[in-house]
């Protein structure tokens, strides 16, 4: 079964930084590009970063762009999301996924940037 396990989200200061982690299981995970998106309240979900399946090509939204690195491990099954810089707008619900099981999210992790 194809399982998505978001972790690192927390509690963090404007300015302070967090590393985010999906654990994938039950597909091929290294045949597969990986995104991160991020919902927050009252506002629909958005696109936060790509990443190919080998890793060589990554893109990220205007918004995050400069602040945030989206990494993969393919041996263990796990793609990451740095994020620097952070601010209260990227407060939200950040969840993995890929476009082959897009019909899949995981429970995502909560990131709150407030002092």
């Known amino acids: 079964q194809v399982q998505l396990v978001e972790s690192g989200g927390g509690l963090v200061q404007p300015g302070g930084s967090l590393r985010l982690s999906c654990a994938a299981s039950?597909?091929?995970?290294?045949?597969?590009?990986m995104n991160w998106y991020r919902q927050a309240p009252g506002k629909e979900r958005e696109f936060v970063a790509f990443i190919s399946s080998a890793g060589g090509s990554r893109n990220y939204a205007e918004a995050v762009k400069g602040r945030f690195t989206i990494s993969r491990d393919n041996a263990k099954n796990t793609v990451y999301l740095q994020m620097n810089s952070l601010k209260p707008e990227d407060t939200a619900v950040y969840y993995c996924?890929?476009?082959?099981?897009?019909?899949?999210w995981g429970q995502g992790t909560q990131v709150t940037v407030s002092s």
């Open positions: 039950g597909f091929s995970f290294s045949s597969y590009a």
């Open positions: 996924n890929t476009w082959y099981y897009r019909n899949y």
